[in-house]
């Protein structure tokens, strides 16, 4: 039995159509867009997010510098179709690379690289312990010399010695005064002795 035209070229849009619905389930999963973007430069960075064109599982995530250094800061994280991944710190001027691996929606596992620059990112400011104003007034200030210092100490030390020795004079009666005043004291009460003795 032969088959119409009709028939076979309807039965050929079919597979044609079965064909096209088929190829897109068997396609891995691709990155679809990244931040920072592939050869991008950027001023400040402090996370990395990848754009799957479908839900993923279980991410890996690298980012490392020129030199080899790593930056990711423990595992990343998952949301349907993105994975963002936390860093050390906010990444200094450089070339950077987001190395990456996921398992797609089909199974297969799939793995690229993002590379981008870091450059103008905003440096620390060391502190200052004091003002220039400060400074400049702690130097201008003189500072006497060792021999002057001690000519000063010894100074004040021989008004001080001197102070002391008024007070104690000024404390009390001088020593020969007591002895005078005793020694009269004696002479009157022999006399007084001398008079009893000599009345009748």
Do not use: C
Not at 58 to 63: L, S
Not at 84 to 104: C, F, K, M, N
Not at 165 to 173: L, P, S, Y
């Amino acid at each position: 039995m032969k088959r119409s035209p009709l028939a076979a070229l309807t039965a050929l849009l079919a597979a044609l159509l079965a064909l096209g619905v088929a190829t897109p389930a068997l396609a891995h999963d691709t990155l679809k867009g990244s931040d920072p973007k592939k050869d991008s430069t950027v001023e400040k960075v402090e996370q990395v997010k990848l754009e799957f064109n479908a839900r993923v599982r279980m991410p890996y995530v690298i980012v490392r510098d020129a030199g080899g250094k790593a930056f990711q800061d423990g595992k990343p994280e998952l949301d349907g179709r993105w994975v963002t991944q936390a860093l050390t710190e906010t990444l200094p001027d450089g070339a950077y690379t987001i190395a990456y691996r996921v398992v797609s929606s089909d199974g297969h596992p799939i793995e690229g690289e993002v590379p981008f620059t870091v450059k103008g990112a905003p440096k620390a400011e060391p502190s200052e312990s004091a003002t220039p104003e400060a400074s400049a007034s702690a130097a201008a200030t003189p500072v006497g010399t060792p021999t002057q210092a001690q000519a000063t100490a010894t100074e004040q030390a021989s008004a001080e010695q001197a102070s002391a020795e008024q007070g104690q004079e000024g404390g009390g009666f001088p020593v020969w005064l007591i002895v005078v005043v005793g020694a009269l004291v004696g002479i009157g009460i022999g006399f007084l002795i001398s008079a009893r003795k000599a009345k009748p």
